[in-house]
């Protein structure tokens, strides 16, 4: 999908641009003081311990989302998946809430938040992190400066199955915005190709962003066209 750049809005007009941040990346880099494999681990102890359930980590999941991603397959036929699912899900905000004590925000994510919020941008937070941990994070000290745009604008995990690259939360966020995609630009800020599919889904506009080259290529590869490896890039993008 190709990010259309239309002229410069101003006035009234400017409340038709909105952008859709997620949370790990854009944001935030959440396991910045707390291992992402060490979490992985205790995840699939506990789900072993109580629910006997064990599975290998695939690679590239080696985080507390691994298990997320493998619970279609983990809780096939069982006639107690929703308790699982309940329980995991409750695991891994445990998890994300306990890493957000110690997480980094992204540089220059401040700042273009601040930059965009003052030329009339409306936006959202949409994440396959819980809404509790996010929640944690903006009421931390060190996010008053951004905590008033996202007032009411956090849309995080809810069931798995709704998860993006379902574009759920993306859509939630479009209705509580008052932004319709076919009238107004509409962009996904992401780092994930989950990101990018859920964009595509909502028909948005998407702007990949991530430091890691690998993570570029794999969005390049998934079929984005727009994407960065700093946050200058991304708002000289934006106002191109």
């Known amino acids: 999908m190709t990010l259309e750049h239309p002229p410069p809005l ?23 003081g707390y ?4 979490v992985a681990k205790e995840v699939r102890r506990d789900l072993r311990r109580r629910w006997d359930i064990r599975y290998r980590p695939v690679r590239g999941r080696s ?30 905000a445990t998890a994300e809430r306990r890493a957000v004590r110690d ?30 941990a996010i929640h ?28 993006k690259p379902e574009p759920d939360c993306v859509n939630e966020a479009l209705k509580a915005l008052g932004i319709d995609a076919k009238e107004h630009r509409a962009v996904l800020l992401g780092d994930s190709v989950s990101d990018y599919q859920a964009a595509v889904a909502a028909e948005i506009d998407f702007v990949g962003y991530s430091r890691r080259r690998r993570k570029r290529r794999q969005l390049r590869r998934a079929g984005a066209d727009q994407v960065f490896g700093s946050l200058a890039e991304v708002r000289a993008a934006l106002d191109a």
């Open 63 to 92: 985080n507390c989302h691994g298990a997320i991603a493998a619970f279609p397959d983990l809780t096939r036929n069982r006639q107690d998946k929703d308790a699982i699912e309940t329980y995991l899900l409750a695991l891994v």
């Open 136 to 163: 944690d994070y903006l009421d931390q000290d060190r996010s008053a400066r951004i905590r008033p745009v996202f007032d009411g604008m956090v849309f995080g995990r809810g069931r798995i199955a709704a998860m």
């Open 35 to 38: 291992s992402a494999a060490r």
């Open 103 to 132: 997480a980094a925000p992204t540089l220059g994510a401040e700042e273009l938040v601040l930059q965009l919020h003052e030329d009339g941008w409306k936006m959202a937070i949409t994440s396959n992190n819980a809404d509790e």
């Open 10 to 32: 101003s006035g009234s007009e400017r409340v038709a641009r909105c952008i859709l941040f997620d949370f790990d990346g854009p944001l935030v880099k959440l396991f910045a």
